[in-house]
Structure formats: C-alpha cells, structure tokens
C-alpha cells in the first residue's frame, strides 16, 4: 500500500476536512472551507494544513507520534476552546475510517489489503487517544489561565502593600 | 493590487444550503462558562440604574424581569431612536450586502452567525422593524420583523456580551454603519431592565467610590506609585519625584489604574515616571482622577459623560492647562469621539503645547488632552530623549494596534516611530491585521473576565494567529501595545496560543531605553530581570 497517489491522499485529505468543517453551522462552513487568506480565516487555514499533514502521516503504517503531535496539536488547540463537547470535537478523527473504505472499495477484498485496514484503523484509534490528551492539556491551560487571573488580581497588591510576605529567593540571608 | 478572486472561485464559493434552522430559531448557548457573570444587585443601586432584579444567573430559565419589560424596552428604544438620529440610520440602511460579516474575531474564531456582526445587530433591527416601521408592521417576519420576546432579550445578553465593540467590521461596511454603536445600544437597553455584567459595572461602581475601578482607595494610589519610586531608584540609582493633587501644576496625567496596580502595566508606569523626572516636566497625578479607563462606554452615555467628566472637573479645580494620557484604550476611543458633544468643549483648559518642544497639539484643540504616544513622539523628533535601544536587545518586539486608539483616534505612526528609536528589533505582523483593520484582543468591552476564558481565546484567535506568524518568521519574542485591557488580556492570549511572546506597553520599553542623567549604570531592566539573555542564563 506504499503506492496511494498523490491525487488521492488530496481526496482523502479534502473530505477529512469537508466532514470537520461540515460540524460548523451551515452559514460559516464556506467562509470556514474556502476562504484561502491565512490571516482572515485562521481556523479554516490550520486546519486545512494541519489535516494535510496528518493524512499523509496515518498512511504510514508505522505511525511516527512526533510527526502525529505536531499535525493534531495545532487543530485540538482551536476545537478545545470552540462551544463543542469533547466528543464533538474529536470525532472527526473516526470519520478517516469510512472515508478511506469509501476511496478504496476493493481493499477489504484480499488478504494484504485487510491487514493494511486493520492497521489504519489501529493508528487511528491510537491518534483518538493522542487527541484525547491533547484536548485535555488545552482545557487545563485554560482552567489554569483562569486560576492564575483569578490570582493575580489580588496577590501582587498584597505583596506590594506588605500585608503578604513570601519566603525569599533562595541564598538571601536570612535572619533568625 | 488586491488579489481579487476569479469569477469560478466565486461561484464556487457560493453555498446554495439552506439552514437547517433560521437563526431566529436557534437559542443562545446560556450553559456555565458561555456568559460573563451578571451584575450584583449593589452596583446598579450605586450608580442609580434600575435595579429590578435580585441575585440571578444567565442559566436560570426564568429571569424574572420586571411586568412591564417590554414597556420598558420599547419606551428605551424609542428615547434612543429620538436622541441619536445615527441609530436611526444604522437601523434602517443595511443592505446586507456581508462585507461586515467574516470580519468579525468573534466570528472568524467561533463560525456562530450570530458573531457575523450584520447578524448580531439584525437582533436589534427586527425589533426596530417590527416596533417602530410601517413595513414591519404590515409584513411581519416577511418583512424581517420579529416580535419582543423573552428569549429574545436573552439573545441580546448572549450576543451583545459577545462584542467586543472594536468596530473592525465598522470598517469594512460601505455605509459606514457602526456596529459597535449598535452593541452598546442593545447593552444601555439591557441595562434598563438592571441586565448588565458584573465586570463592567462593579469597576464602574468602584470608579465612582474611590475614583478607579479596582476599589484602590487614595492613600494606598500614593504609595504603591512611590512604591514604583523605590524600584525605579533601586534600577537607576535616580530618585524620581511625582507629585499628587498639587494645584497650580501645568499638566494633569493621567492614566488607567490597570498600570498602577496590575503587572505589566506597573513597568509602563515606571516607563512615564521616569520620562517626566528626566524632562523636568511640570506635572501631578490625581488621586481622585485616578483612572483614565471608562467603563461607562460599555453602560450607557449618560454613564460615559459621568466618568469622563471626573478628569475635567480635576483638572479645574487643580487649575492645570491641559492634560496628558497614558495608555488606555476606551478612554481614548470616549475623548476622541464622544468627549466633544458630550462633556465638552473644555474651554477652560488650554491647547496644548509641549513644553519641552514647544510643539502645539493643535488635533487636541478641543478636548485638550494628549497621547503619551504623540507627547513622546514628539520629544524623540526634536532630540529631547538620550536613548540606548541597545538596552531592549533581548527584545524581538512587534506592535498590537489596540482597537480603541487605532480606530478610534487614528493613532498608528507615533507608537510604532517611538518603538523604532527604542528597540532594535520591530517587525510588523502582517498588513491585513494591524493598524485600521487590527484584530482586537477578543476581551475588550468588559468580556475580559475569566468566567469566559473559552470565548476570550476564540476571540483573540486572529489576533494570536498574527503574532505566531511574525514569531516563527522573525523570532518576534514581544507584543506591545498601548491599552491596559491588552495589557491583562494579551498575557493569557499569549500563554494559550503562542507560548514565549511577553507583552509590554510602550513606555516600559521606553523607560528601559530611556539614559537619565546621573543614572548608574543598568544592569536590569525595569522588571529587575538582567538585561541581556546571557545574563539570565548565567544565572540559572
């Protein structure tokens, strides 16, 4: 299966990112899907390159976490802040299953050919779980964004005004 | 030229689909962590907006508005409709032809129609319709009209907290229509019904109190800035001398109270101090007018004219001729557009000259007061300044245009001329996002509260998107701007999206740069950390 065409990993690619864009509301999907400006449609744009990215990457039979990471990060990093649930935002990563199934019909039908299905199916999950953490990492940036600006509200002026005295940096002398 | 896109793509990027709903049928998204928190009872009684309703949550069914609601909403309507004929106008000439509609952050980062600000103000506009129009009222929902109702009121709420008010879409529309105008409008509305969010008006209410919005009463304005003193003195070896409600000074400064009492902001505020002592520039800061931020443009006029007024009257009764500001955003947008027609003309204040320079603010005729950004421009042009931008090396620096000075004053060549004779090392994101047509932090207005921390980085998206461009081209490190939103809002943007990028106002960079005469020599910057990254790495 080393011999996918270019032609055809750009089909796989663009319906990967048909059926991630097709989560958005019917007004925003074209803005979202066609618009090529990277600085007017950032969500459109990264995802788009980052979707081409992974697509080659799941061929690979053996999967390369790094390169993985790299590709996912940038689109879980837009969906965790987006008004999705979870599940909603991550499963477009199934919809490569029957995407690829769709795009090669006649691979289920020999016996090389359903082994290399059943290992594009094993990276997919396995990238399902890499999202899953990922997604997971946003969320706790933000909470940790919000715990930190709740925080800060308070914590400076309490040192500044004296009413708070922290133990100091370490080597400074301390008198007992 | 434009790259205009060709006939086919066109076409192609029509999309014949009809909705799945109409928009008037999908609800507001009013779970936990989608609405800004409201407003405590005790700040609407405070400052005398009608208090009606009791603790109550966005996420309650009922929202227990006063009987008489829709009296009161078509009453307020009608006042506004009479008072502003610009409203009138707004309402009545949109073509829908969407030139407003992709530029919106909130909609570029979310894809919700309701975010497409020509759909966030048809909220408003189908009542008007409805309400006030003979089409309307003959030809009903054909005719674009929808009736008052309660969830529509709760859609006001949802979307009308979900602008930041920048007026980026204002820009593109070829009616000059301002959306912004048409935000603030629904809000005044909401607050009739004592619908408004504790973020806006407890610093509001704070503002009439103590004279800022954090509460910070007199006493404690005066020492924590001769606390920046002690540190500018600790740094330079020079002591610097603010005075405080001092009559008979020449100018009155002032400035938002985010850069007295919030990091970064305190570093600008060490950047002013500094540049004053070393100009010997005749000078007091106010306690009573201790913040130039006015949270009154998210309220209502009446409440904008209130808060504007406190700079004026202090400059009065303290007999100073005209009065310098630092870096704010909404105070500059309320000066520039609305201080005119509304508290001025300032009459009894001077136009201001530089009296370093001698160089007459003549755009300032009228409300007489002054950018630091041009004050310091202006000083640099005439070789008034000794500066070692070698002292902001470590510093890879590119400009966010705060919305409010960008586009509501025209203030894009004096921060980015100043910056160039500070630092080494300024590169420009790209054109499309900066100066007219920058993209707002996406927690302007009053949304820059962390209930909504979700919403805050979808928003600022576009703009994080920027910086990531420049960081990756140029190794762009940090992000000035000259707002104190931006300021508390950028820190996080920054962390969420393009770990590594600082921000920093200008006149921290400035101070930074800024030989002082008798200074010793620096070995820190003005956050005490060493001023070349070797010697940071040295010290780990």
């Not at chain 1, 594009?120 to 953490?133: F, H, K, R, S």
């Not at chain 2, 060709?6 to 109409?22: G, H, W």
């Not at chain 2, 049928?25 to 609407?44: A, E, H, I, Q």
Request: hydrophobic letters at 35%.
């Amino acid at each position: 299966m080393d011999t996918i065409s270019t032609e055809k990993k750009q089909r796989l690619s663009q319906n990967w990112f048909s059926v991630i864009i097709n989560t958005y509301p019917t007004e925003s999907k074209a803005f979202f899907g066609k618009n090529k400006d990277l600085f007017a449609n950032p969500v459109g744009n990264t995802i788009k390159r980052n979707i081409e990215r992974l697509t080659h990457e799941v061929l690979l039979l053996d999967l390369n976490r790094d390169h993985v990471k790299e590709a996912l990060e940038p689109i879980i990093r837009i969906r965790a802040v987006q008004e999705f649930s979870i599940s909603d935002a991550l499963a477009f990563i199934f919809a490569f299953k029957t995407i690829f199934r769709k795009e090669n019909p006649s691979l289920s039908q020999t016996e090389e050919g359903r082994l290399y299905l059943e290992a594009l199916d094993a990276n997919i999950d396995e990238i399902v779980l890499m999202a899953l953490d990922i997604y997971m990492s946003c969320k706790h940036k933000i909470y940790t964004l919000r715990i930190n600006e709740a925080k800060k509200h308070v914590r400076q002026l309490l040192i500044k005004k004296n009413l708070m005295c922290e133990v100091p940096e370490t080597g400074v002398e301390i008198i007992r | 030229m434009a790259d205009f896109p060709k006939p086919k793509e066109m076409f192609d990027s029509i999309d014949y689909a009809l909705p799945e709903k109409q928009w008037e049928d999908v609800p507001p998204d009013l779970s936990p962590g989608n609405f800004c928190y409201p407003t405590k009872r005790k700040n609407l009684e405070y400052l005398g907006l009608p208090a009606n309703k009791d603790e109550w949550s966005p996420s309650d069914e009922d929202w227990n508005l006063p009987d008489n609601w829709q009296t009161i909403i078509h009453e307020g309507f009608k006042d506004l409709l009479g008072k502003y004929r610009s409203l009138k106008i707004f309402m009545d000439t949109c073509v829908r032809c969407g030139a407003c509609a992709d530029k919106c952050h909130f909609f570029i980062g979310t894809g919700d129609p309701k975010n497409m600000p020509v759909l966030r103000a048809e909220l408003l506009r189908s009542v008007y319709r409805n309400d006030f129009t003979m089409a309307g009222k003959i030809l009903g929902s054909i005719g674009g009209a929808r009736k008052l109702t309660k969830d529509v009121i709760k859609e006001w709420f949802s979307y009308f907290y979900q602008c930041s008010e920048c007026r980026r879409c204002s820009v593109y529309c070829p009616y000059g229509i301002d959306t912004a105008e048409i935000t603030m409008m629904g809000r005044e509305l909401l607050t009739l019904l004592g619908l408004n969010i504790n973020w806006i008006l407890e610093p509001a209410a704070n503002c009439f109190r103590t004279g800022n919005h954090l509460g910070i009463q007199p006493h404690a304005f005066k020492e924590m800035v001769e606390f920046f003193c002690d540190d500018i003195e600790d740094i330079t070896g020079v002591r610097v001398n603010p005075t405080f409600n001092r009559k008979g000074a020449e100018i009155l400064f002032v400035t938002p109270s985010g850069d007295v009492f919030a990091d970064p902001g305190t570093y600008t505020m060490m950047g002013y101090l500094m540049l004053f002592e070393h100009i010997g520039l005749d000078y007091t800061l106010s306690t009573y007018a201790s913040e130039g931020g006015n949270f009154g443009l998210f309220t209502s006029a009446d409440m904008m004219k209130r808060l504007n007024a406190k700079m004026y009257a202090e400059s009065k009764r303290l007999g100073v001729k005209w009065i310098l500001g630092g870096e704010c955003g909404h105070m500059w947008r309320v000066i520039n557009q609305y201080m005119e027609t509304m508290n001025g003309p300032a009459d009894f204040l001077e136009v201001p000259v530089s009296p370093i320079t001698g160089t007459r603010f003549a755009n300032a005729a009228s409300t007489k007061m002054v950018h630091i950004a041009e004050f310091t421009a202006d000083l640099i042009r005439n070789n008034k300044l000794k500066l070692d931008p070698s002292r902001n090396d470590k510093n890879i620096v590119t400009f966010h245009d705060s919305c409010n000075p960008a586009r509501g004053m025209g203030l894009f060549d004096e921060p980015r001329y100043v910056l160039k004779n500070v630092c080494n090392n300024f590169y420009d994101m790209p054109e499309s996002t900066i100066r007219e047509q920058t993209f707002c932090c996406g927690s302007g207005s009053g949304l820059n509260t962390e209930e909504i921390m979700d919403l805050r980085m979808r928003g600022g998206l576009p703009r994080a998107n920027a910086v990531q461009y420049v960081h990756d081209k140029y190794g762009v490190n940090m992000l000035a701007c000259v707002c104190a939103i931006d300021r508390a809002a950028l820190p996080p943007l920054m962390d969420y999206w393009v770990p590594g990028v600082g921000v920093t106002g200008l006149h921290e960079l400035v101070g930074n740069a800024l030989v002082m005469e008798g200074e010793t020599e620096r070995t820190v910057d003005l956050r005490q950390e060493p001023l070349k990254e070797e010697e940071e790495d040295a010290d780990e």
